[in-house]
């Protein structure tokens, strides 16, 4: 009795390049994947999810997998590496079918850069909220984005009063055309402009500010804001005031 298999053996081998092309495809991407089967040990990890366990393939494979199997929604996992502490890992779980069997297809992305840059930034936002110096933060066209509450203590006006409006709602007619000319042609040029204004509160009182503004640049170097630092001179201009009259009465005496 003889039958003919060719086609079977052909189906085989078909089905031998096929997984072939795709575990390469899969090694060589970037973001780590791992199969995981219904008891939820690993089966399969590419480069990249060796790469984030911090594990040679042969420690990973057949060891339980040990994070819930959350599907439909993204699932933030932390994964401890030896020697290497924490990475905050983002995972989309998806079930598949390999050789016959039921699987889970794991999506895993490092997002510890992305938290570290997240904790830096909140960081720095809570200094500069709680900063002794007004911070203000303005378009290109000097159009108020962000004040800080030293800005709000300072001159008076709250938040809310202040967004979208240009700083010169602030100008008290002292000082000169020529120093904002100045400031304005030395920031646009992405230069960093230091100098004194005197300002006006939005009770009336005018008051001095030692003032230095800097451009901020996007990724490709153009100028997207400007963020000045506004630190109130009030008290020592009264103070050098002082100074000078008494040198000028102690002139006279002499």
Excluded: C
């Excluded at 963020?227 to 103070?239: C, F, H, L, Q």
Aim: aromatic share 10%.
């Amino acid at each position: 009795i003889a039958g003919d298999v060719s086609n079977h053996h052909q189906a085989e081998e078909a089905l031998r390049e096929s997984e072939a092309r795709w575990r390469s495809i899969i090694e060589l991407h970037d973001q780590a994947i791992v199969i995981v089967d219904q008891q939820h040990d690993i089966r399969f990890v590419n480069n990249a999810a060796v790469t984030l366990f911090g594990k040679t393939s042969p420690n990973l494979i057949g060891v339980p997998f040990g994070y819930p199997m959350v599907q439909g929604e993204m699932a933030e996992i932390e994964i401890l590496r030896p020697g290497k502490g924490i990475a905050y890992t983002e995972m989309r779980v998806i079930p598949m079918r390999w050789s016959g069997e039921e699987y889970f297809l794991l999506f895993l992305r490092d997002m510890s850069a992305y938290k570290r840059a997240e904790g830096d930034l909140r960081k720095l936002f809570q200094a500069i909220e709680q900063s002794p110096a007004a911070v203000v933060i303005t378009d290109v066209d000097g159009r108020i984005e962000y004040v800080n509450p030293k800005f709000t203590e300072s001159t008076g006006y709250t938040y809310a009063e202040v967004v979208g409006k240009n700083p010169r709602f602030l100008k008290s007619g002292y000082t000169p055309a020529k120093d904002y000319e100045d400031m304005w042609r030395t920031i646009s040029s992405g230069r960093v402009w230091h100098g004194e204004f005197y300002n006006r509160r939005k009770s009336g009182n005018s008051f001095w500010e030692l003032v230095s503004i800097a451009p901020v640049r996007d990724a490709r170097g153009k100028i997207t804001h400007y963020v000045a630092v506004k630190e109130d001179i009030d008290e020592r201009k009264a103070t050098e005031d002082r100074l000078r009259q008494a040198q000028k009465m102690e002139t006279i005496g002499q």
